[in-house]
């Protein structure tokens, strides 16, 4: 099942934070998340995993909530090439799954 | 420097014919994807190799098929079974599955 982001676009000005969620129906495991500029392929941030601890990008932290069937991916002092489309995706049948399924996507502009 | 390479960028097909997209990686890693993205959506997994000589479906894996003869190279073809071929097609890459994905440039298929 396709996990739920939110929301679907946010506009920030250069400094400002932000939050994205992505949640599903069931508890995640682990969730990847991943940023896309326009016409370009994804890039891997990070994973989170169950017991909190996360793999990746420095400047960005992420979590879950206290059921685990959501994560909120922590975007802190936004510069311009933050812009971009960020997705979230949990292993389809646990940590350590081939398979992920990515949601929709999350759309950030960062603005001067 | 390591990466996936996945040719051509843009390819033009007509009705009817059979396609074939190239995915090669030099990153020495073990499990390989086929992504399909359309506008707005997420990415939805065609097919994945954990492994030279073995590989499993994905969430839409009817009209499309998939070869992993060597470590390096995961070709996809797009049959004429594929009834909505025309998208963003996207080779991935990573060392198990604890780990982030690499991503290729992707290549954008129009059927005409």
């Known amino acids: 099942q396709q996990p739920v982001q939110s929301p679907q676009a946010v506009i920030l000005r250069e400094g400002e934070d932000a939050v994205i969620n992505c949640s599903s129906s069931?508890?995640?495991?682990?969730v990847h998340w991943y940023r896309q500029k326009h016409g370009e392929a994804p890039v891997f941030l990070m994973i989170l995993l169950k017991g909190g601890e996360q793999k990746g990008h420095e400047k960005i932290s992420a979590s879950f909530n206290e059921k685990k069937q959501q994560s909120s991916l922590y975007l802190t002092a936004s510069q311009l090439s933050y812009s971009g489309t960020y997705f979230c995706?949990?292993?389809?049948?646990?940590?350590?799954?081939?398979?992920?399924?990515f949601g929709k996507g999350t759309k950030l502009s960062v603005i001067p | 420097d390591g990466g996936i390479t996945q040719s051509p960028k843009y390819l033009f097909r007509k009705e009817g014919q059979n396609v074939t997209l190239s995915c090669e990686q030099n990153l020495n890693h073990d499990a390989m994807y086929w992504y399909r993205q359309d506008p707005g959506q997420g990415l939805r997994l065609i097919y994945y190799?954990?492994?030279?000589?073995?590989?499993q479906k994905g969430d839409i894996a009817e009209g499309y098929s998939v070869s992993r003869e060597k470590k390096e190279s995961f070709p996809l073809t797009v049959t004429s079974a594929q009834k909505n071929p025309t998208a963003f097609y996207l080779c991935?890459?990573?060392?198990?599955?604890?780990?982030?994905?690499?991503f290729g440039s992707g290549t954008r298929l129009t059927v005409v």
């Open positions: 069931k508890a995640l495991y682990s």
């Open positions: 190799s954990q492994i030279v000589n073995d590989f």
């Open positions: 991935a890459s990573s060392i198990d599955g604890w780990s982030g994905y690499t």
């Open positions: 995706a949990p292993p389809d049948s646990g940590a350590g799954s081939y398979q992920l399924t």
